[in-house]
């Protein structure tokens, strides 16, 4: 390992985890403000491929041993279930509801079930960059 390997990799740890931590503030956001499920997971695949670009790939899927396809099938689901709720309960598809709830740490916050909708994105987006770069990292 090279002095620059080390730099690189220490600060990389640093980064990704505000990255991260970033990219969740931006996906719990996203209902009220520009955000939300595609961004959120965008940033994500960001922060997993500055892990790739600073350790190899066997490292990385030590750490993460995620399969992106299953993770790309439960987003769809999740995504397809939270659309069809519509028609379960007679209104137009896509029609999202929420309730104020008063939650012991987080005080009086409201639920939307448009962070279900935007979790399957989260996880479709994610899903798919990471696959795909995967693909491509594995090929050279």
């Not at 209902?31 to 994500?44: D, E, I, R």
């Not at 989260?122 to 050279?140: A, C, D, K």
Request: no cysteine; charged share 10%.
């Amino acid at each position: 390992m090279k002095q620059n390997d080390l730099i690189l990799q220490t600060v990389t740890k640093v980064a990704a985890f505000v990255i991260l931590l970033f990219a969740v503030a931006i996906f719990l956001g996203g209902h009220y403000s520009p955000g939300g499920g595609f961004v959120g997971g965008l940033m994500t695949s960001a922060a997993i491929v500055l892990l790739l670009l600073a350790f190899d790939i066997k490292t990385v899927t030590g750490i993460l041993p995620i399969d992106y396809k299953l993770m790309i099938g439960s987003g769809l689901f999740i995504s397809s279930l939270t659309v069809a709720g519509g028609l379960v309960f007679g209104v137009p598809l896509m029609t999202h509801v929420y309730q104020y709830v008063d939650l012991p740490l987080f005080g009086h916050i409201s639920l939307h079930t448009a962070v279900l909708f935007d979790l399957g994105v989260y996880l479709v987006v994610v899903g798919v960059t990471m696959t795909i770069i995967q693909t491509i990292g594995e090929s050279e």
